[in-house]
């Protein structure tokens, strides 16, 4: 990916407590952005010269059912996000909240492509190819606790547990927005005391610099690229495991690991399909 930097250079030598730095959280209908899960809540926290200026946390309706393994874990069912926001309704607050700030999260890859996903889909992404769909540069506990420390698991709940950090109630965003920037603090501590102590030092010592992912290239055939663009329902021959014709409306197109897919809601319920087994489609 070409190198995008959102903060001004002279960052790069600058501490944490120099910058503003701003630590998010979000929780997701599932795992896979690429397969049609989406962000039910964001939580962040702004903070300049290690004190918080600003928060932000919002429940986000993402037009799909909660799975029910995340539901277990967030503790959020459907009925409460009937009648949130869409990511779209709040994507211009989110954005200016983060604006010049260095994004800090655990497991950054994940919360990164989450929102990055969300950013393309509310048509907030920079459209330029290559590009990530959100310019600030991410710094990951989860990745300098791995290369740096030894917790045993590099869970958040574990490593706070390690540090003697209250942990309250895991697994909701804002919540877990507090522990990452306590467990943040703790480490770049000690960090400081083996020379890494810059934010360019903090980013090669987790292995390098981290962007939400650009948007996915590739180019829908028709009537799949119509169907897409209006919202459509579509009738498709799909034959991944055996021949059956799959009617839905379709949403959107996306990648997992590589393997293009075509989000639909189908009854109801989101699928994805492997475009590679899609052999034939029609508007309905």
């Given amino acids: 990916m070409e190198k995008v930097v959102s903060l001004p250079e002279h960052f790069a030598n600058k501490r944490l407590n120099e910058i503003p730095v701003v630590v998010l959280d979000t929780e997701t209908t599932g795992f896979y952005f690429g397969l049609g899960d989406r962000v039910i809540e964001v939580g962040a926290v702004r903070y300049e010269n290690w004190q918080p200026v600003g928060t932000f946390s919002q429940l986000v309706n993402p037009q799909r059912r909660i799975s029910e393994g995340a539901e277990k874990v967030v503790g959020l069912s459907d009925a409460d996000l009937q009648d949130k926001p869409l990511f779209a309704d709040i994507a211009d607050d989110l954005l200016a909240f983060v604006d010049g700030a260095l994004m800090v999260a655990h497991n950054a890859p994940f ?128 034959v991944e495991n055996g021949q059956e014709m799959v009617v839905g409306e379709a949403m959107y197109a996306a990648e997992q690991k590589g393997v293009p897919h075509l989000i639909l809601r189908v009854n109801g319920r989101v699928r994805a399909l492997k475009m590679d087994m899609i052999f034939g489609a029609s508007l309905t």
């Fill in 111 to 238: 919360d990164s492509r989450f929102v990055g996903m969300e950013l393309w889909l509310a048509g907030k992404h920079d459209p330029t190819p290559n590009m990530p769909a959100l310019p600030n540069v991410w710094l990951d506990t989860y990745l300098l606790a791995k290369h740096h420390f030894y917790f045993g698991k590099n869970s958040l709940v574990n490593i706070a547990r390690k540090l003697n950090i209250r942990i309250g109630r895991s697994h909701r965003a804002l919540n877990d927005v507090y522990v990452t920037a306590a467990v943040l603090k703790r480490l770049t501590r000690e960090l400081e005391r083996r020379q890494i102590r810059s934010v360019g030092d903090l980013l090669h010592a987790q292995g390098g610099e981290i962007y939400a992912p650009p948007p996915p290239r590739f180019v829908l055939p028709e009537p799949l690229c119509t169907a897409v663009a209006n919202q459509q329902e579509v009738e498709i021959l799909y």
